[in-house]
């Protein structure tokens, strides 16, 4: 079975530009979850939706970024102006059910802004 | 105080050893537990769940101890492919899974 699928794999750019991170969940799955990892954060929520609705975005850093997920199975999230603090890796994570389910992660898209 | 604490390590243990990992939660309203292991550079993947009755999968045990908000890692018979870092992660009462930050361990011939 295919997991998450994510794109870019890597993506460099220059600050400024706009920069747009894909996924494709698990078939099936009802909850989506958009992450970054740092070094020095370690793993932080951005934002997660069910059913393709968007419930907590508490964690999204400010108003340079948005996401969206126009379907059930496609998910973007949008960095723009992009910013050298904004390099990090980016996971996408999808779930079954709710209440904490186990989540599977995407291979993530490792983002560098220069 | 941050909502799920691990020993950061690193951990460096001989192929064979028993090495246990130990994380503390602090919101008692979390009902899922789980540990995510992630290799370097790799996405996180799950290990295993956590359930309050303890339980094995192979040569892993994971311990839930609600009252002392607490749980464990044990692997015995370490391998070379074990070193990685290990993920406590519980849920928030929701539908939020709060993660560690992780404790690394390195498995030396």
């Known amino acids: 079975d295919a997991g998450v699928i994510q794109s870019p794999r890597h993506e460099v750019t220059e600050m400024g530009q706009e920069v747009t991170l894909r996924c494709k969940p698990i078939s099936g799955h009802d909850y989506l979850f958009w992450y970054r990892q740092t070094m020095m954060r370690g793993l932080e929520l951005l934002i997660y939706?069910?059913?393709?609705?968007?419930?907590?975005d508490s964690g999204m850093p400010e108003d340079r970024f948005s996401a969206k997920m126009p379907n059930a199975s496609f998910s973007t999230l949008k960095i723009q102006p992009s910013e050298p603090r904004d390099s990090a890796v980016y996971f996408c994570?999808?779930?079954?059910?709710?209440?904490?389910?186990?989540?599977?992660f995407g291979d993530g898209t490792r983002l560098s802004i220069l | 105080r941050k909502e799920v604490e691990q020993d950061p390590g690193p951990f460096n243990v001989p192929e064979g050893a028993t090495v246990a990992f130990n994380c503390t939660y602090s919101n008692s309203a979390s009902q899922s537990f789980f540990w995510y292991r992630q290799d370097c550079r790799k996405e996180p993947k799950l290990l295993m769940s956590v359930y309050s009755s303890g339980n094995e999968d192979g040569r892993f045990t994971a311990q839930l101890n609600r009252a002392s908000q607490y749980i464990s890692l044990l692997i015995r018979d370490s391998k070379l492919s074990d070193s990685a870092t290990y993920l406590c992660v519980v849920n928030d009462g929701y539908n939020k899974l709060i993660f560690g930050a992780g404790t690394r361990l390195a498995v030396h011939p």
């Open positions: 939706f069910n059913n393709n609705v968007p419930i907590d």
């Open positions: 994570a999808s779930s079954l059910g709710a209440q904490g389910a186990p989540q599977h």
